[in-house]
């Protein structure tokens, strides 16, 4: 159930447990709880530590032995966030796994959690390729949040959309992920 900028999981109604998507019952899903004792989510929540994070990452670690290589990563709002953290994870060598060759970040923010910051305050920004797209008018993640996430990249792209929290499809959009995305053939 989605409540403000809050995320509390819930359990699918019975018999509902394998339909997805708009309408479904599904539970939402997140990558950690910035509330470990309502085991919820807001990205403007201040918190000393989380839930999930360590879990998150190993979920990835185990899908890129499984099925990477991959040449990117890509995110959406809190996805976006931990792609930050793995982009940070990979910069310092903590996972060999990890050889992303550029990322995606759509909504992305920096995480509020106290020992998240670890993957913020290294000494030179990420090297990896980023292309950070944001909607002026989000009101789940602010555009202010999401650019406070550039100064931790070299060089980011930035596509702004004049809308909300999604991901834009428009034709001009569509070319500069194209062309983002050409460099890495």
């Not at 995480?111 to 000494?123: I, L, V, W």
């Not at 930035?158 to 062309?179: D, K, M, N």
Request: aromatic residues 10%; charged residues 20%; proline residues 7%.
């Amino acid at each position: 159930m989605r409540d403000g900028n809050r995320i509390h999981p819930k359990k699918p109604a019975q018999g509902k447990e394998n339909e997805v998507g708009p309408g479904s019952d599904e539970a939402p899903r997140g990558w950690w709880f910035s509330d470990t004792q309502a085991r919820s989510f807001d990205a403007g929540q201040q918190c000393q530590a989380s839930l999930g994070l360590e879990e998150s990452v190993e979920a990835v670690r185990t899908a890129v032995k499984d099925l990477g290589p991959f040449d990117g990563v890509l995110g959406f709002s809190q996805g976006a966030a931990l792609v930050a953290v793995l982009c940070s994870i990979q910069e310092q060598n903590l996972e060999p796994q990890f050889q992303f060759r550029f990322a995606i970040l759509v909504a992305g923010f920096r995480s509020a959690c106290s020992e998240h910051q670890r993957f913020y305050g290294g000494p030179a920004s990420l090297a990896i390729p980023s292309l950070h797209i944001f909607g002026q008018e989000d009101q789940v993640i602010p555009d202010r949040m999401s650019r406070e996430l550039l100064p931790l990249f070299q060089e980011p792209l930035v596509l702004t959309h004049p809308g909300g929290h999604f991901v834009p499809a428009a034709s001009a959009h569509r070319q500069t992920y194209q062309e983002f995305l050409k460099r890495f053939q």
